[in-house]
């Protein structure tokens, strides 16, 4: 089974581009690939509690998330850096997730067959 990452890194609503990426982690899931998603840098923001994006105009992330179990994404994973770095507290994410520091996430890195979204 190919392994697929993918890696919200951008702030969730200033582009489609968060949303755009858990619809391909979803449609890479239907697929039958095994499918991870990481949240870092300023894509941990996607992953706090009480959003609405109506006033923008925009599908709320939060909805989009909550879908993932349903395809069968359980590999979430959240930079511990990055939330430290925003100040945001691992117990307060709106969805389960799996703490890694940056030797970790190399080694995320290293077991994929494709990763989308990244950026420098």
């Excluded at 992953?47 to 923008?56: H, M, V």
């Excluded at 890195?109 to 989308?116: C, P």
Aim: proline share 4%; charged share 20%; aromatic share 8%.
């Amino acid at each position: 089974m190919k392994k697929i990452l993918c890696i919200i890194s951008r702030p969730p609503y200033n582009t489609s581009h968060t949303i755009e990426l858990l619809e391909a982690a979803m449609v890479g899931a239907v697929f039958d690939f095994s499918v991870s998603v990481l949240f870092r840098d300023q894509g941990v923001w996607a992953l706090t509690p009480n959003q609405d994006a109506s006033l923008l105009g925009r599908r709320t992330v939060g909805k989009v998330l909550s879908a993932l179990p349903t395809y069968e994404i359980d590999a979430i994973y959240v930079c511990r850096q990055s939330l430290q770095n925003s100040g945001l507290d691992f117990s307060s994410l709106v969805l389960k997730s799996q703490p890694l520091d940056y030797a970790e996430q190399a080694i995320l890195f290293s077991k994929q067959d494709a990763i989308l979204g990244a950026q420098s």
